[in-house]
């Protein structure tokens, strides 16, 4: 048997399901959470075979003493994953600390993990990517403006998320952020980047050990998360219902370039929406970063919903078997929107779910570390047509407040511009599974 340690099992609280698979899959499950056992999920601790408490995730000492006590009393652990971006690093260190090889190392991260090396791996894939700075001074931050024009992005060039990400328009701007992360921030590296005018794509995919896809989604996200966060607006993105062929082929080359194995991964890519010369034409794919892990919140239940299918399953069998005969199935878009609390909307959260009650899939309080960039309200609906998600996110984003519907009505425009044509494409070959063995749950 398989000893597989999961960190934070926990969070977010869909993440039992990738337990209970591997689990089901005849693996030993261990988890390791600073959540006391009594305040678990039911379902989770059905799918844990033992769970260590540990006082804080933060602390490394603690998690690397609740590792070594599961490799003594199970053996040799054989898989250690989050599935969380906050803890890759963390996982990484203990996998090269207890020799665990089925994963990235210590050694790994650095590619995966920093903005600004991430692009030299993107453009072995041949896949362009925007002009960037490493933030030092203002006179070195104002000649790489004057090179691309404002406005800039800067960020953390190691960071999570759209966290701490600003938008710079003027010197002003610069001059204040500058201030800031001088007093607040010293010794974090920021990354400038040229503002790409774009929609986010991304490349969704389980990856066997091989590196070969065994299965492949995306999903959309017309607003940026950035403006989202900073503008404490509502959040919306959606699985597309059929992934277009450049964001197959570049997902699958960056795949390549950055040695991706046995891993659930959530690639992102610029679409742009106007022609920017330095970069390309108006529909092309630009790089923007990549994630070694499930797209964040509810989005693998969104990508179940959108191919009828069981994500958790999927990669639960690659872990355990190296491939999976779970079938994919009839093929939907499915909206995620997410509503800000204080904002007057024109129908109420009762209409909303009379209207679609045929289509909604998830309705729920956004937890509040989530909420920032996500809302507090979520609804999560599938359709067959994109008219029918475009009056969706129409009924339930309308506002009586002229700056939100203004705002709307942007929203609309940018949905409007519709999607690229795509091709039907053929499945990735999944290596033939073991059938699964099962377990008694204790």
């Known amino acids: ?218 999903n959309v996200s017309p607003m940026s998360i950035m403006d989202i966060v900073n503008d404490n607006d509502n959040s919306i993105y959606y699985i597309i219902k059929d992934l277009p062929e450049d964001t197959r082929a570049a997902g699958r080359a960056a795949v390549k370039s950055f040695g991706v194995k046995s891993r659930f991964i959530h690639f992102e890519f610029f679409r742009m929406t106007e022609n920017q010369a330095s970069m390309g034409k108006k529909g092309q794919i630009v790089a923007l970063e990549v994630n070694m892990r499930p797209c964040g919140g509810f989005t693998p239940d969104m990508i179940n919903f959108a191919r009828s299918t069981n994500v958790y399953k999927i990669w639960a069998d690659m872990i355990a078997f190296g491939g999976t005969d779970m079938p994919v199935g009839e093929h939907f878009y499915c909206p995620f929107a997410g509503r800000r609390d204080g904002k007057h909307f024109v129908y109420s959260h009762e209409q909303i779910m009379q209207k679609y009650q045929q289509n909604m899939r998830m309705v729920d309080r956004m937890p509040d570390a989530l909420s920032g960039a996500m809302g507090n309200q979520m609804y999560v609906a599938t359709f067959s047509t994109r008219e029918g998600m475009e009056q969706f996110y129409a009924d339930v984003l309308a506002t009586t407040d002229a700056t939100n519907a203004a705002a709307q009505k942007e929203l609309s425009s940018i949905l409007a511009l519709g999607e690229p044509e795509t091709a039907p494409a053929e499945k990735p070959a999944a290596p033939a599974a073991k059938k699964a063995r099962t377990t008694k749950k204790k």
């Open 1 to 218: 048997m398989q000893n597989f340690i999961f960190i934070s099992p926990n969070f977010p609280t869909n993440y039992w399901q990738f337990c209970r698979e591997l689990k089901n899959n005849g693996m030993n499950v261990l988890g390791i959470g600073d959540q006391p056992y009594d305040e678990l999920k039911p379902e989770l601790k059905d799918s844990l075979n033992e769970y260590y408490k540990v006082g804080s995730l933060e602390n490394y000492d603690e998690v690397y003493r609740a590792v070594a006590f599961f490799a003594f009393k199970y053996g040799r652990i054989d898989w250690l994953e989050s599935n969380n971006e906050y803890w890759l690093e963390r996982d990484a260190a203990l996998r090269t600390d207890f020799h665990i090889t089925s994963g990235f190392q210590t050694s790994d991260m650095p590619r995966i993990k920093y903005k600004s090396k991430m692009k030299e791996y993107y453009q072995k894939a041949g896949i362009a990517t925007a002009r960037y700075h490493m933030v030092d001074d203002y006179e070195g931050c104002r000649k790489f403006i004057d090179e691309v024009g404002y406005p800039v992005v800067v960020k953390p060039d190691n960071g999570v998320g759209a966290s701490d990400t600003h938008k710079l328009s003027s010197d002003e701007d610069l001059k204040k952020f500058l201030v800031q992360k001088t007093a607040h921030h010293p010794d974090v590296e920021y990354i400038m980047e040229e503002f790409v005018r774009a929609e986010v794509n991304s490349y969704d995919a389980i990856i066997d050990a091989n590196g070969n896809p065994i299965f492949e989604a995306g």
